[in-house]
Each structure stands twice: as structure tokens, then as C-alpha cells.
């Protein structure tokens, strides 16, 4: 059974501070990771990681992917309490009749005080 | 620009209750998925479909239907609800990332 594990499950920071979500994950066929940020409402898509080693960056939020050691990371730097949401990480199976399903984590709660 | 609608946004219902959860996507993806999300539990795939005509089980299917006649459409069905069954429900499409609906509040009484 395809497994996904975020660490910590929740967190509380202040304005400025950076902080590093992590996930860890167990599955049979991997494709790529996947990090969400979810408000209110629906997820709304940050990254998509396929290969190890290889930085994506968007303004102040940065992930990197290690497929060796099958965990990902997701850093956000000088935050602010904009960035206070549900940060869920999801695996996207390959192959067959499974492709693009995915195993979420539970999530880590962020929480920026000003 | 409506991407993934799901209808209704908000819905209660007395245990043993059925109804029908809308989801519909303009995207022409093949790929659609119905979650859960309960507190601390993230997101759980209950049903998905590669296709029309094309539908499997994911992680929680019991106390579901789902069956997908188009492309567009993808509704879940509760068959005769039950308290442990109140969530909030998201539709999605595509592969990998895939689109959200902005999901639907469900109670069980």
C-alpha cells in the first residue's frame, strides 16, 4: 500500500521567520511529487518534482526531491501570514491502469503570526 | 474559465438519506478522482475514472457509486448516508497536477 508521511503536522511561526515541510513517502511505482496549498477552499498546485536534485522555485517558496532517500522538502522563506494554510504533499503513480492517482500525506497546518 | 464545478457547495442530510454529488470539468481531461478530507487525515481517493465507461476503486470506496458516462461528468452517489460519511468532498481532473473543485460540505444527521 502506497504511504505518505508530512512532518510536522502543524506549525507555528512569525512573520520572517523560514520554515521546511517535509515528506516522506513509500510507493510502487513513482512518478513524481506533487505540493498543494490549500486555503478555504480547494488545493491550489505549487510544484511538480520528477527528478532528484533539481530545485523549483517559485518567489519565496523553493522544493527539492530526493528519490533516493524518497523524501521531498518544501522550504518558504521570510514568511508571511499570507502563507498561513493546509500544505499537503501528494504522490502520482505510474503505469497502468493507476496512472496519475494519487496518495496524499495529511498534511502540515501552518500557522504565521505577525 | 470554470475548470472543475461541484455542486452543491453545502448539503445536509438525515442518516440513510441518497444523493448525488455533481462534478463537471471542461478541461477534456480522461482523468477524474472524488477525495474525503477529514481533519488530520489529508485527502483520501474514494472513487476514480481513467475514462468514460472506466471506473475503480481507490483507498475508502465503501458507501459509494460513482460511474462516468462522458468526459465531463463524474458524480458520486451515497447510497443511503451515514454519519461517518460528513466530510468535505472534492472532485478533481488530470493527471498529475491535478485541478480541484472547490469541494463540497456534507452533513450527516
Known amino acids: 500500500e502506497d504511504k505518505v508521511v508530512q512532518s510536522p503536522l502543524s506549525l507555528v511561526v512569525h512573520e520572517g521567520d523560514t520554515v521546511t515541510l517535509n515528506c516522506s513517502y513509500e510507493v510502487t511505482n513513482f512518478r513524481s511529487l506533487l505540493w498543494y496549498k490549500q486555503e478555504k477552499k480547494a488545493p491550489t498546485f505549487l510544484f511538480m518534482l520528477?527528478?532528484?536534485?533539481i530545485e523549483k522555485k517559485s518567489g519565496r517558496l523553493s522544493s527539492i526531491l530526493d528519490k533516493k532517500e524518497l523524501f521531498s522538502i518544501l522550504n518558504i522563506t521570510a514568511t508571511q501570514t499570507g502563507d498561513s494554510a493546509v500544505y499537503l504533499c501528494a504522490v502520482v503513480a505510474a503505469g497502468g491502469t493507476s496512472y496519475g492517482k494519487l496518495t496524499f500525506g495529511q498534511g502540515t497546518i501552518l500557522t504565521v503570526h505577525p | 474559465n470554470a475548470g472543475v464545478t461541484q455542486t452543491p457547495k453545502f448539503q445536509v442530510l438525515k442518516t440513510g438519506q441518497s444523493m448525488t454529488l455533481q462534478c463537471a470539468q471542461d478541461?477534456?481531461?480522461?482523468?477524474m478522482s472524488w477525495y474525503r478530507q477529514d481533519p488530520g487525515m489529508g485527502l483520501r481517493l474514494i472513487h476514480y475514472?481513467?475514462?468514460?465507461?472506466?471506473?475503480d476503486q481507490g483507498e475508502v470506496p465503501n458507501g459509494y457509486n460513482v460511474s462516468r458516462s462522458t468526459t465531463e461528468d463524474f458524480p458520486l452517489r451515497l447510497l443511503s448516508a451515514a454519519p461517518s460519511q460528513t466530510s468535505v468532498y472534492f472532485c478533481?481532473?488530470?493527471?498529475?497536477?491535478?485541478?480541484f473543485g472547490d469541494g463540497t460540505r456534507l452533513s450527516i444527521l
Open positions: 478541461m477534456n481531461h480522461e482523468y
Open positions: 475514472s481513467v475514462g468514460a465507461g472506466i471506473t
Open positions: 478533481a481532473s488530470g493527471r498529475g497536477p491535478q485541478h
Open positions: 520528477t527528478s532528484s536534485g
